[in-house]
């Protein structure tokens, strides 16, 4: 497929939220195979008369292979395909915005829905590890987000809508296919290393179209990524932590952002209804379901460091005390100011310094390094310039409207 049709695909308005075979009503609308996990592309399958294996195979093209044309789908008979091809279709959403940095950061602005639509980003980090290059992709779950954390540009926007399977799943398509667009189908295979659901919006309150999601990233017909490598970040949604441990085996990393409720309620707000002690108190139980997968040694904590806040050294002392029987990694991250932003950075000193703190105190610490300054880094900034460029592309055609309507009046 051409980079075109990929940066021209419309994402299909009517996507169905439990597919199945198209009705007699229906044999307009192509069914969107791209977010069906095995499950449901099994039950495709079979209600369309086709043996449900068809579903491994096709699930292997589309996502090992990013094949997005039936006829190249060549263990599958002539006549199925031009079944397949008439019923259905693989389509990623559409990409208004790519920009790829010189350190190798590479960002999407996806539009999602009709007409003008909505726009949501993804973010792919690629790091030096001792295993080897990781690349790690960044995945909205929802278009903008309700919960308004008072340090996130995202929260600005407000809540518009939920993403769909194959919007979630699309993200990693497009970003794997990114380095494969002039390798040959045989030759093509799988880039992305390691996935975080900590994109734009919380992914638990999008639950089933991220759990079906994150099956597929697991699935080996599908991408076939460890669960070591694929990361549920959350606010702290603690009914839905208690699920997640239930339904999927995956990492968990918490957005804390401050070590007291009272802080805590202000930076994010989720907190007044879920505070701390319930919170950790959920993390110890998804570790201690199954304490020996690797995937659920620890948690994530993420600690967005901002100047004045939350980096005193009393907080640091308080991180000790809240996390003292929760392991758990701690990743500081500098603070990414955007336009109206009420915070600004700490200083490298400060962020050092609550490093050692922790350090000193047992916890593994890193500093998350920024990384695709060229490209504007911070989560929710790309959007908010395309959207600005969006609008003023459409005062612009209001303008040249109302002045061509001038001209007709004027004979
Ligand atoms: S930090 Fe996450 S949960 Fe909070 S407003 Fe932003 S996107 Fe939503």
């Known amino acids: 497929m051409s980079t075109e049709v990929v940066a021209t695909a419309a994402i299909s308005a009517e996507q169905p939220q439990s597919p199945s075979a198209p009705t007699q009503q229906n044999t307009v609308t192509k069914v969107n195979l791209l977010g069906m996990s095995r499950p449901q592309l099994e039950k495709f399958f079979e209600d369309i008369g086709e043996k449900k294996f068809r579903a491994g195979q096709v699930m292997k093209w589309i996502h090992q292979f ?13 006549k199925l395909r031009e079944k397949l091809d008439k019923l259905c279709e693989i389509k990623a959403p559409e990409v208004v915005h790519k920009n790829y940095s010189k350190d190798g950061t590479r960002k999407w602005v996806f539009r999602v829905g009709e007409g003008d639509g909505s726009l949501v980003e993804t973010v792919l980090i690629p790091a030096e590890h001792r295993s080897g290059l990781r690349r790690t992709l960044c995945i909205s779950s929802q278009v903008g987000c309700a919960l308004d954390c008072s340090f996130c540009s995202t929260g600005k926007q407000g809540f518009q809508r939920d993403l769909t399977p194959d919007e979630i799943i699309g993200q990693l398509w497009v970003a794997n296919y990114s380095y494969m667009e002039d390798v ?15 994109g734009m919006g919380e992914p638990l309150l999008n639950y089933d179209a991220v759990l079906s999601s994150m099956r597929i990233m697991l699935d080996d017909f599908a991408y076939g990524m460890s669960k070591r490598r694929v990361t549920l970040s959350t606010s702290g949604v603690v009914p839905k932590i208690d699920q997640l441990v239930k339904d999927i085996d995956v990492a ?17 707000p989720i907190n007044k209804k879920y505070p701390l002690e319930q919170l950790i108190a959920a993390c110890q139980r998804y570790i201690a379901k ?8 620890h948690v994530t904590i993420e600690y967005v460091m901002l100047d004045g806040v939350n980096d005193h050294p009393e907080h ?15 990743n500081l991250i500098p603070f ?21 703190t922790l350090s000193d105190a047992g916890f593994v610490c890193t500093i998350r390094q920024t990384r695709g300054d ?10 908010g310039q395309v959207a600005d460029r969006t609008r003023r592309a459409e005062q612009w055609k209001k303008k040249v409207a109302q002045q061509n309507e001038i001209m007709r009046s004027q004979g």
């Open 336 to 356: 990414n100011p955007f336009p109206h932003a009420p915070y600004g950075r700490s200083s490298r000193n400060r962020i050092i310094s609550f490093q050692k």
């Open 184 to 198: 040959p189908v045989a030759d093509r295979e799988r880039s992305v290393t390691n996935v975080v659901m900590m």
């Open 290 to 297: 199954d304490g020996n997968e690797s995937s659920r040694k």
């Open 66 to 78: 990013f094949v997005t044309d039936f006829a190249e789908m060549t263990n599958i008979s002539g």
């Open 252 to 268: 968990l990393a918490i957005s804390l952002h401050a070590p007291n409720d009272e802080l805590r309620n202000e930076l994010v």
């Open 316 to 330: 640091a002392q308080q991180m000790i005390k809240l996390l003292k029987n929760l392991p758990s990694k701690i």
């Open 374 to 383: 060229d490209i504007d880094a911070a989560c929710g900034q790309l959007v």
